[in-house]
Every structure is written in C-alpha cells, then in structure tokens.
C-alpha cells in the first residue's frame, strides 16, 4: 500500500460525514505533493503527506499506551477522533509552498542551484490550525469539538507570540480540556523533531 492509499484508507475508516468532500478538496489543493515544510523537516515532494502519515501512527501508538496506563482516556481519545486530528492537522500547508531555485554552497564550497520551496499565504492568509479547521468545514467534514480545538491548537507554544493575552486564554483552556489536543501535539512534535528532521534537501 501506498501513502496517499493508507491515507484514504485511514480517513475513509472513520466513517465521518462530509469526508469524500475532504478528500476531493485535497487533492485539487495539492496536498499529496505538497513538502511538509520549506527547510525544517521532510521538505520535499510528498513530504506534507509523509509528515501526516507518521503524526497519526505516532498518535495511534500514543493512544493505546494512555489507554493501558489509564483506561479512563478510553472515551475522551477516541480511534476516529485521533485519525481525523492526526491526519487532517496540516490541511492548511496544502497550497502554501511554492517551488524555486536556491542557492546554496555544496561540499567543495561552491554555489549550485538547488530546487526548494518558498511560502506563499496568499490565496487564503489566515493562520495556521485555524485555517486548517476552516478548510475542513468549508469541505462539509463533522467535527467534533475535541477535533476542532486539537487541530486549531496542535502548533502549542509556537503559534502563541503574537497572539492576545485572549488567545493565550483560549489555549490554555483548550490544553486543560481536550486530551486529544496533547495527544495531537505530542505526536507532531516527535514526528518532526525524531522521525523527520534529517529528512530535506537540505
């Protein structure tokens, strides 16, 4: 099986409702060629697919092991909520890298042109769980409340700087309760620092 086949297969599994319209949106964005990144991890082709792949087998391994260390997360980290968090955190990547040519000195210390990716927030400038939790609804996707506020929230720390001391609130409020949200984070944060950040062109 392929990715983009185990990814379907993942995201069909759920059964949820307005998922074929989710399905359709990504691939007229772009998603399964997209990189994951411009030069952090797996930037390169298909890497935005790699990356979504990995974060959710992360969370599925996660999730059995809470489970088994406390059974009472049975019912706040459901199977269906965790792939649809875990493979749709990213949506909003799908049309946002560009290719270009760098350069960029090789080993002899000579510059070469090497092909990269530059962002561009242009066709929809919003910020990043945010738009990747629009997008989806936009699609027709059903989400529940614990789905929405993991993926809008799953960049932690990183999406905070800049924001009002309400946003901050928010997100504080959300880490506290929804376990699927420090579920989503942590997987994302040990698939791209562990599993992925050797993985560019780079």
């Known amino acids: 099986m392929d990715n983009k086949e185990e990814f379907l297969n993942l995201l069909r599994s759920t059964g949820r409702e307005g998922m074929e319209g989710v399905i ?40 059995e092991v809470m489970i088994r260390m406390d059974d009472s997360l049975r019912e706040s980290l459901p199977k269906d909520s965790v792939i649809i968090a875990a493979l749709l955190h990213d ?19 000579v510059w070469v042109d090497v092909p990269g990716y530059e962002v561009d927030y242009s066709g929809f400038p919003l910020g990043h769980g945010e738009k990747s939790v629009i997008v989806l609804l936009q699609c027709g996707l059903l989400m529940s409340d614990d789905e929405i506020m993991a993926i ?10 800049f924001q009002s001391a309400d946003i901050k ?19 994302d944060g040990l698939s791209s620092n562990l599993m992925e950040v050797k993985q560019t062109t780079e």
């Open 24 to 63: 359709e949106e990504l691939e007229k964005l772009g998603f399964y060629e997209a990189p994951a990144s411009t030069r952090f991890h797996l930037n390169v082709k298909g890497g935005l697919l790699v990356h979504s792949l990995n974060v959710c087998r992360v969370a599925l391994e996660l999730r």
């Open 91 to 109: 949506v909003c990547k799908a049309d946002i890298y560009k290719p270009v040519t760098k350069r960029q000195k090789n080993n002899f210390g």
């Open 152 to 161: 809008r929230w799953h960049m932690n720390a990183w999406d905070l700087p």
């Open 169 to 187: 609130g928010n997100f504080n409020m959300a880490k506290d309760i929804c376990p699927l949200l420090s579920l989503v984070q942590a997987a």
